[in-house]
């Protein structure tokens, strides 16, 4: 009863955060996973107690709209306060086993971006080095040979941190360059999941349900890495393949990895507008507004386990950040 009181006090807080008239702010929450439990080697995601409570908290004390129609009241001056979007990166299974049914049960719309290269079976590369370092039973991962070092992994905690040290290393090194280290870590581990991505008629349902499906290229590599031809065919041939997998047009796309400057560039802005997207979002911390840039809208997603915390961020989140537009260089 408490918990509940003290949500309802901050609702008011939360209004006036979101600003008012023409200067109204929209704030984009980015999710990848949606697990069944917690697990420790992803320490980062959220799982479906903690996801029910986030939507059950949105639904009540929010406006959650979904991304083509929030941009188009943002740009009309009808956005209304406390407005957020809900959107997935990647296209894992447990987006359509996990978290539909539960925007389901409180009436909320989302925006699913699908890497559609791991469609039907695949596996991205960073849970292949995850997935590989959680089976390994030795107390030590030697990839001294590799260049990567040496890893304690004896326990739990261990092996989370290796995994996550050894994605940093390698997650911005050439495409054929990165795929050989995730490969030497590979061999050394059995039973790697086939399971952890969509299937197209997953996909299909999702959209069938009324959630939005965006694009997020085939292969989730990231965009500043790649030559200019091969950028232009994985945003270009992501959006072919979902636009006739599923009969529509993609109105929405999510750079992969995300960070303005680092991972992708001007130059694939650009390349998303002439594919025909109408918007695109990053990873850059901060709320959009009527005056962002709708190619490059930033996104963010508290990480509190408790309800009042997880609402008191997101209102000082959205008061602390600037309604100035952000440009990438």
């Known amino acids: 009863m408490k918990q509940a009181f003290l949500l309802k006090l901050l609702q008011p807080l939360a209004s006036f955060a979101s600003g008012i008239g023409k200067r109204k702010k929209l704030l984009i929450m980015i999710y990848h996973r949606v697990l069944d ?28 709209l979904p991304l083509p129609e929030a941009l188009e009241r943002m740009q009309s001056d009808t956005l209304p306060s406390r407005a957020v979007c809900i959107t997935f990166d990647d296209g894992y299974a447990d987006n359509y086993t996990n ?40 107390p030590i991962l030697d990839l001294a040979q590799q260049g990567l070092g040496v890893f304690e992994i004896a326990n739990e905690t261990q092996k989370s941190l290796a995994a996550q040290q050894i994605i940093q290393k390698i997650k911005h090194l050439d495409f054929a360059e990165r795929a050989h280290y995730v490969e030497a870590i590979a061999v050394k581990s059995e039973n790697l999941p086939e399971d952890l991505m969509m299937t197209s008629e997953q996909v299909k349902k999702l959209h069938i349900s009324g959630m939005e499906i965006g694009g997020h290229t085939v292969n989730h590599p990231i965009l500043a890495k790649l030559d200019d ?13 979902l636009e006739n997998l599923l009969g529509i047009e993609l109105r929405c796309f999510a750079y992969p990895n995300g960070k303005p400057e680092i991972d992708y560039g001007w130059f694939h802005t650009e390349l998303v507008k002439q594919s025909g997207f109408h918007s695109a979002v990053s990873t850059q911390w901060n709320v959009a507004t009527k005056h962002s840039n709708f190619y490059e809208l930033p996104r963010f997603t508290p990480w509190d386990t408790e309800r009042v915390k997880f609402m008191a961020r997101l209102i000082f989140f959205i008061k602390k950040q600037s309604c100035l537009p952000y440009f990438a260089i």
């Open 229 to 241: 031809e091969i950028a232009k065919w994985e945003i270009g041939e992501n959006k072919k393949f």
């Open 99 to 138: 978290a539909l049914p539960i925007l389901q049960q409180f009436n909320l719309k989302a925006t699913f971006f699908i890497a559609s290269g791991f469609l039907d079976g695949g596996r991205m590369w960073n849970d292949t080095v995850i997935e590989s370092v959680r089976n390994l039973s030795t």
């Open 37 to 64: 439990e917690p697990d420790f080697m992803r320490p980062g995601e959220v799982d479906k107690e903690k996801f029910t409570w986030q939507m059950e908290l949105l639904a009540k004390h929010f406006n959650v």
